[in-house]
């Protein structure tokens, strides 16, 4: 029976395709996607275990979801993603109303489990299952003009903190053809920007092809005017992947490259693998060959016997490599992981000053960065209405930063050209240029706006 599901996507982009995926699923056993809860017959919270007291996040969130099994006791509940393959049975424990859990590798099998539903049955699908790449599973997209596709899953790395390679298994690399198909499908049907993700693009590996063989590759499918990768390790960050990023004027100049720390003691502890001297190296290396390339990180504070100097290392090297942006996170202790073993805690309250200090000067390197943009002219890809403002648009420039000017729905999905003009927080401000690149590369008169 055709049925209305809704899905809450939690965590990172690979969730988000995830969402997609089981959207496909759905969609191709006739049901039908909606954005309210209460109108749906099927409720999917897709979870995200990264940090501390996720679980407990979930188990609020589907308390909460339960008011409509409450009021519609046809109403279906179940958990996917991270938490859903960390804690499994125990869901069904914690939380009685949960009808059933299903972890990343099991999407496929989602139309039966809602049978087994149906029949009573309270299901747990959580098992990792090392062939499962989901190639021949179309994704639903809920968004034309810019497309996620998933080129590899789970994680080799087993950084000492993360969660991920126990949640999502151990690394799988999709076939380069699968991958291209997928992408020419994504223009095809109105992708302007594609942004190939995995846990760690640069370890990619099919048939002795890499990761700089693959993105070339798909650089090259006609009408593909934005190419975007995430994310990026350090240790695999080649010279022949940034010859690649510098090579194709469709491959964005914009790579996030997780940090995480610049002690080289607190990355021997993370197992990262490399030294704050290699990462440095390969910052210089992408900038020397592509001088206007954005740089983003991931920085952890707090981790396990992080000194003052440690932290120090930490300061010193975002103010040298000043990165456009920065996410800093506070360690979290995670289950499964060796760092969650570790004695010599940092108080939570040296955490979060310490979190605090680096998001000031952050803040300021990245305005700083932002401002110098103003008086330039970009290129924007239109996502949508700007949420706050009558008749302004939104949309991001090829380094990922979020501009809003004047414009008509109609530009959604093209990208514009944009004069920027100012900036208010970290949203960068424009009037739109009479020319306008639409999605397949030709030029069109726009009207001219008051700026
Ligand atoms: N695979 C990517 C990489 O290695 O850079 C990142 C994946 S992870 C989903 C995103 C970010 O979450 C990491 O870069 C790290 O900064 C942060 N993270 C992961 N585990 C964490 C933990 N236990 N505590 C705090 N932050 C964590
Ligand atoms: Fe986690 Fe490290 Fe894998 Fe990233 S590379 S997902 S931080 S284990």
């Known amino acids: 029976m055709a049925q209305r599901y809704y899905i809450e996507t939690y965590g990172c982009q690979m969730n988000v395709a995830d969402a997609e995926l089981m959207g496909g699923v759905l969609r191709r056993e006739g049901h039908e996607r909606v954005d309210d809860p209460a109108l749906a017959d099927v409720l999917i919270v897709n979870t995200c275990a990264i940090r501390e007291h996720a679980e407990e996040r979930v188990l609020g969130r589907i308390g909460q979801l339960n008011r409509h099994k409450l009021e519609r006791p046809d109403v279906r509940l179940g958990v996917a993603g991270c938490v859903a393959k960390e804690l499994g049975r125990e869901l069904l424990d914690r939380a009685t109303y949960v009808d059933f859990v299903i972890g990343p590798d099991s999407y496929r099998h989602l139309p039966e489990v809602l049978e087994r539903v149906e029949a009573g049955q309270r299901v747990v699908h959580d098992r990792f299952n090392r062939s499962e790449n989901y190639e021949d599973l179309p994704p639903f997209r809920l968004e034309r003009s810019s497309a996620w596709v998933t080129i590899m899953r789970g994680c080799d790395k087993f950084c000492s903190y993360c969660i991920v390679p126990f949640t999502r298994g151990r690394e799988k690399c999709r076939a380069v053809e699968a991958i291209l198909e997928e992408v020419r499908r994504a223009v095809d049907e109105g992708a302007v920007e594609v942004t190939l993700l995995g846990q760690n693009v640069n370890s990619y590996r099919d048939a002795g092809r890499d990761f700089p063989d693959l993105l070339a590759a798909v650089a090259g499918i006609r009408g593909l005017e934005r190419l975007r990768f995430t994310t990026s390790h350090p240790w695999d960050f080649t010279p022949r992947l940034v010859a690649v990023i510098a090579e194709h004027g469709n491959v964005m100049d914009h790579v996030h490259l997780p940090v995480q720390s610049g002690s080289d003691r607190i990355l021997a502890a993370m197992r990262r693998e490399y030294t704050n001297e290699w990462y440095r190296e390969r910052v210089s290396m992408l ?48 289950p499964h992981t060796p760092a969650k073993e570790l004695a010599d805690r940092v108080p939570r309250r ?16 990245g305005g700083a960065y932002l401002r110098r943009k103003v008086g330039t002219r970009q290129g924007v890809l239109v996502h949508g209405p700007a949420p706050r403002g009558v008749g302004l648009l939104t949309g991001w420039t090829e380094q990922r930063e979020t501009v809003v000017f004047p414009g008509d729905p109609s530009l959604i999905g093209k990208i514009v050209s944009v004069d920027v003009t100012g900036l208010a927080g970290i949203t960068l401000h424009g009037t739109p240029r009479r020319a306008e690149r639409t999605g397949s590369g030709s030029v069109l008169e726009l009207p001219v706006l008051a700026g």
């Open 350 to 365: 040296t955490a979060v000053e310490r979190l605090e200090r680096l998001n000031e000067l952050q803040r300021a390197i």
């Open 287 to 334: 900038r020397e060959a592509v001088p206007e390339c954005a740089l983003s990180t991931d920085v952890i504070v707090g981790f396990p016997g992080e000194t003052a100097a440690d932290f120090e290392a930490t300061v010193a090297l975002m103010e040298d490599i000043r990165f456009n942006s920065a996410y800093v996170f506070l360690y979290s202790p995670r």
